[in-house]
């Protein structure tokens, strides 16, 4: 009965993305979207190749079109110089050879090999698959005369033609929405996790709960990676978009340095919860935190929370609180005896790096610290 749960938890999750896909933006919607172009430029690519012109190999026109509906316009492009060329020359190379053997067989021993090596270059991309798969239609088929090329080679390029139209003119994708929900994302987590850490301080905590905030910090770094990708996708999707400018696109997105303040912050997060990870369980290689530094302790985690979080007077009123419970921290460095200091001196450390990067890019008013962009040359966290 196993299969059978599977089975529904597929449909109950395909019934979920068509629901989304109607009733909201986002991802569904805009694959649903593509979908539909992808297939009214194979039917219109059909309709002018076999309809209208009825051309023997009309079938090539939408066999391209809907290859060529691809998630940007620039995409599009690129990816129709890269069909079109290893489409012809595997069109072209098949046919030479059979022409020069006279044997099919034969001349698939000579074009194969060298149609897929073709086709693994990376630069023909997910396209080089053509290059072997047409040759062996063309082979297959026996459709090596002069006009069965020619008519080949003119499908191709008038499917690539109306791909491009379609995916261009109709609904042009612009990537921006995956910006914004990572945007949104890293300071909704930085908030929980810091807010989960606090109460450990509060409580007491283990080391498997630090180790767990370890695997939460590095997710949060690892996203990054999926936002500076995001960010290219946005540009690429600007690229040759006749239609961007015409779609509402919301708030601008905030600046690129925004991402290696983010970095910072993330950075910062994996270096204090490897640290309380190492100072905890039977056998740490730091210092046990006391009871009296695991209160200022989680304060500044608390409050670095709230200021993680775009609400700009809040963000000012925990940062200067957060440096209030930094303060009673580091003055219990010099009171302690030699381990448990060295231990209280990570804490310290990441700690201020850590506030440091949630700074906003002006000093605070009483001057008492200044903003991480003074002080390293670095950009510190902007919000709102």
């Known amino acids: 009965m196993q299969w059978w749960r599977r089975l529904a938890w597929e449909a109950a999750a395909l019934r979920r993305s068509a ?23 194979a039917i219109l690519a059909w309709a002018v190749t076999d309809w209208w012109w009825e051309s023997p190999m009309a079938l090539m026109a939408p066999w391209a079109a809907v290859a060529l509906v691809q998630s940007t316009v620039y995409r599009s492009l690129v990816s129709a110089v890269q069909q079109v060329a290893v489409i012809g020359f595997g069109t072209i190379l098949a046919a030479g050879a059979a022409a020069a053997t006279g044997n099919t067989t034969a001349a698939m021993a000579l074009t194969l090999p060298v149609t897929v090596l073709l086709g693994s270059w990376t630069r023909f991309g997910t396209q ?129 340095d925004v991402d290696a303040a983010w970095e910072r912050v993330t950075h910062h997060l994996m270096s204090l919860t ?31 929370a709230v200021a993680s979080m775009p609400a700009q007077e809040a963000r000012e009123r925990a940062l200067s609180e957060a440096w209030d419970a930094h303060g009673r921290l580091k003055a219990q460095v010099i009171r302690k005896d030699e381990e448990t200091a060295t231990s209280l001196g990570g804490f310290v450390a990441e700690t201020q790096q850590l506030l440091y990067a949630l700074e ?5 008013a009483d001057g008492r610290h200044d903003a991480a962009s003074d002080r390293d040359g670095t950009t510190a966290l902007p919000h709102g």
Request: glycine share 6%; no cysteine; hydrophobic share 40%.
């Open 274 to 304: 490897r640290l309380l990870a190492d100072a905890a369980g039977r056998t740490p290689s730091l210092r046990p935190p006391h009871a009296d530094a695991l209160e200022p302790l989680g304060a500044l985690m608390r409050r670095a």
């Open 128 to 256: 080089g698959i053509y290059a072997p798969t047409t040759a062996l239609f063309v082979l297959a088929y026996g459709s090596t005369s002069f006009a069965d090329v020619g008519h080949r080679l003119l499908d191709t390029l008038v499917g690539a033609l109306v791909g491009i139209g379609v995916n261009a003119l109709i609904l042009p994708p612009v990537h921006l929405r995956d910006v914004r929900a990572h945007l949104d994302w890293l300071p909704h987590e930085t908030a929980e996790l810091l807010h989960i850490m606090a109460s450990g301080m509060e409580r007491g905590y283990e080391r498997v709960d630090a180790e767990r905030w370890h695997d939460r910090a590095r997710l949060l770094h690892s996203n990054l990676a999926d936002l500076r990708e995001a960010r290219v996708w946005t540009r690429e999707s600007y690229r040759f978009n006749p239609g961007h400018h015409l779609r509402r696109r919301g708030p601008a997105l905030p600046p690129s």
């Open 19 to 41: 629901l989304r896909a109607v009733r909201e933006p986002g991802r569904e919607r805009d694959t649903l979207i593509q979908s539909l172009k992808a297939a009214a430029a």
């Open 360 to 364: 906003p890019e002006t000093n605070d």
